[in-house]
């Protein structure tokens, strides 16, 4: 382990370790009135909501040392903007949209999950208050189908900017030994570099690149690695099925998909479709940004279905939660460590209510 990886570590563990002293009368001692419901041993995932966030993330720091492949998969409120270009569609929405879930599953380089442990997969169920927020109501309609209890989001999801500081000083980004696998990952990465960041996207999408360069210095796109092939124009689940992957948990859940995309990964690798070749071609290239562009599929984007816009939209103004030791006139600049931590007690939105939303583009 490298001298910046190892202090970043101790910094974690201390401001965790703390954090879960300070926070034992309303964390630890809630959590167990839901581990029955939170845990599920038959297919490795585990519900991680306010409660038990921070004990989670520990967890996943402590073994993402061995287990530093990352599948990743988010929901989120649909597609409400359209833009000309997809880069511009896909900052608009994820601007002015809120993370419903992340999932995160964890393996070795063999595609092997955790040994002797109960769970492998992490489903991060973020605070989100259809009352409130905006949403494309197929969307929404789907997830509930699909079993997000939203209600459950609404009183006990975690707070964006709590989970943004601890996965900023988790051993999961900024670090060059953790390779994330997404499919079609862009607005998955874009919404986390969102919460990362604490401020909206940059408006030029080289920026953006170079942004999630920095935060997932080593990801890549399985869309992208099928490029070229007779499953290139196919979604995840048909991916799956035709190489026989099994899926576990459910279907358009953040959880269940990481789970599946990244067996799907090295199922692609142990039949040979994808090499150490492939993926040093694709490495950080995301379909439809940059050079993963297909302008006859991703220059634009249409949203499909009818949003809710009879609500009010609200913004959060709330300063930067993290401080890095230098800053552009920008962004963060994250090169340099140790990371020094604003660890305030106060993490709630101070949110700014802007009026009631008009017709979308």
């Not at 061995?66 to 989120?76: A, H």
């Not at 992490?122 to 509930?144: A, P, R, T």
Request: with cysteine; glycine share 6%.
């Amino acid at each position: 382990m490298s001298k910046t990886a190892s202090k970043k570590k101790l910094i974690f563990k201390d401001i965790i370790d703390r954090n879960v002293e300070e926070n034992s009368n309303t964390i630890i001692k809630s959590s167990s009135r839901y581990n029955s419901i939170d845990k599920n041993s038959e297919n490795g995932i585990i519900e991680v909501y306010e409660h038990n966030f921070i004990q989670e993330i520990k967890k996943i720091c402590e073994l993402s040392e061995e287990y530093n492949y990352i599948g990743m998969d988010t929901e989120f409120p649909g597609i409400v903007f359209s833009e000309n270009f997809y880069y511009k569609t896909l900052k608009k929405n994820v601007d002015k949209l809120k993370l419903i879930q992340l999932g995160i599953t964890l393996t070795n380089e063999k595609g092997e999950y955790p040994k002797n442990y109960p769970y492998h997969t992490w489903q991060f169920n973020l605070k989100f208050d259809e009352n409130i927020e905006l949403y494309k109501d197929d969307s929404i309609k789907l997830l509930k189908e699909c079993g997000i209890n939203f209600d459950k989001l609404r009183t006990n999801g975690i707070n964006t900017n709590l989970f943004a500081e601890y996965l900023t000083i988790s051993n999961l980004v900024l670090n060059p030994n953790i390779h994330w696998v997404s499919f079609q990952g862009s607005y998955d990465f874009g919404y986390l570099l969102r919460l990362l960041i604490n401020r909206e996207l940059p408006e030029d999408e080289d920026e953006f690149i170079n942004l999630l360069n920095v935060f997932f210095v080593d990801y890549y796109d399985i869309r992208m690695l099928v490029k070229g092939n007779n499953n290139s124009q196919i979604g995840l689940n048909k991916l799956a099925a035709k190489l026989e992957v099994k899926r576990e948990g459910q279907i358009h859940q953040a959880g269940s998909d990481s789970l599946v995309t990244i067996d799907v990964f090295f199922k692609l690798k142990k039949l040979g479709l994808v090499d150490n070749k492939k993926l040093e071609e694709y490495k950080n290239i995301l379909y439809g940004i940059g050079k993963g562009q297909d302008n006859e599929e991703t220059f634009t984007y249409t949203p499909i279905g009818g949003m809710n816009s009879n609500m009010n939209y609200q913004n959060s103004n709330i300063n930067n939660i993290l401080y890095l030791n230098q800053l552009n006139s920008k962004y963060m600049n994250v090169y340099n460590y140790p990371m020094i931590i604003n660890n305030q007690n106060n993490l709630l939105l101070n949110k700014n209510n802007s009026g009631q939303m008009q017709t979308v583009i």
